[in-house]
């Protein structure tokens, strides 16, 4: 009876365990094309919280990149050293390279993969600022950076003295390259997305607390993670590129709003894109320096319309320029080429003088409508006028009630002296200069 009861629960176990569904393994895929920045750091961090909640078995990271703050890399290596699945940083597609901050990233990973025809590397610190940094600030930075390095390829049992040449020497490697360093500093090639996880399968990999898991990826489930709408938009904006333009659009737009004001467009317009560019700088680093010099030019500018010289001029558009390189040059690895700042600082002191000068020539003329208008505007009596009789007379086609200190024959030509409310104070003109009645 026991036998029987023994082999009836055998028989329903081995049942219950062909109808339960096997486990499938899940593969959570992000992908940074761009520089590592708050908000690029923001993005992979929650792409690792959300493989924790969800019980992935491995996180990939496709990433190409120029470089970026390290900061926010720092950051970025602290979440995935947490991770509860192992994280696999992929260097592709082909043409692809993960340099300066992205070299940091790609040692840090469990498992660090490269495309064919990607390259790392490159990976020595420079101001955060932008400022050049004395020889002192220099090394030590670079030792810092060196370290950390060290530190990141010696817990992953990869080439310590290669990822010290990164940062120290501005060393790049192809992925032959940092494949064939004995160690290595990756674990592998592959093409794609589909043939790392193909390799990754049975793969035991060491974390960096020193436990040790097997990966099984055969037929695992990917699934992708993007940037929400709000990242990218901040992703894109946090571009030196990106913010100067915004910058410059934004100067522009409020100099054509300052001097020819209602026109609006120009002004709200302005106003947007320089409020992005304060944000952008924001989560860029900013030179203190860079801004200064650059309102220094703007000052100049506009010292050149009160006092025309051509010096203050050319100046204030040299300080520009500079200034402009100085707040650019903030992203290690990113940098803002001659060929995008010049133009764009020459047509915003072009512009701003153009249109100054229009303004302040307009400023100087003389009124042509309204009250103001009518002083100094000739006209004829239609009525004699004394200093005790009010008459007419006739200004621009139109009839206005006028006195005179002096005598005034009807037809006679006169001058609007003062406007007081609908009466007019005038006076006699010559005959030789007298113009008649221009409406008349």
Known sequence: MRRVLLAALILTGALLAAQSPTHRPLAIVAELDGIIHPVSAEYLTGVIDQSDAA??????????????????????????IRSRAPVVVFVGPAGGRAASAGFI???????????????????????????????VTAQKAAADAAAYARSLAEARGRNVMLAADAVLESRAFTEMEALEASPPLIDFTASNVNETLRKLDGRTIRRFDGRSTIVHTVGAETRRVEMTWRQRFLSAIANPEIAYLLMTLGMIGLTVELWNPGAVLPGVAGALSLLLAFFALQV?????????????????????????????????TIALVIGSIMMTGSVPGVSVGLGFIIPAALAFAIIFLFLGRLALAAQRRPPVTGQEGLIGTAGRARDPLTPDTIGYVLVRGELWRARSRSPVQPGAAIRVLQVHGLTLDVEPLPASTSHGDSAS
């Open 55 to 80: 019980g992935a078995d491995v996180v990939i990271i496709v990433l190409r990149t120029p470089g970026g703050l390290l900061d926010s890399t720092r950051d970025i290596v602290s979440r995935m």
């Open 105 to 135: 990233l790609t040692i840090a990973a469990d498992v660090a993969v490269m495309a064919p025809g990607t390259h790392i590397g490159a990976a020595h610190p420079v101001s955060g600022t932008g400022q050049t940094m004395d020889a």
């Open 284 to 316: 860029l680093p900013m030179n203190t320096t860079g801004v200064l010099l650059a309102l220094l030019g703007i000052g100049l500018l506009v010292l050149e319309l009160k006092v025309p010289s051509g010096v203050l001029g050319v100046g204030g």
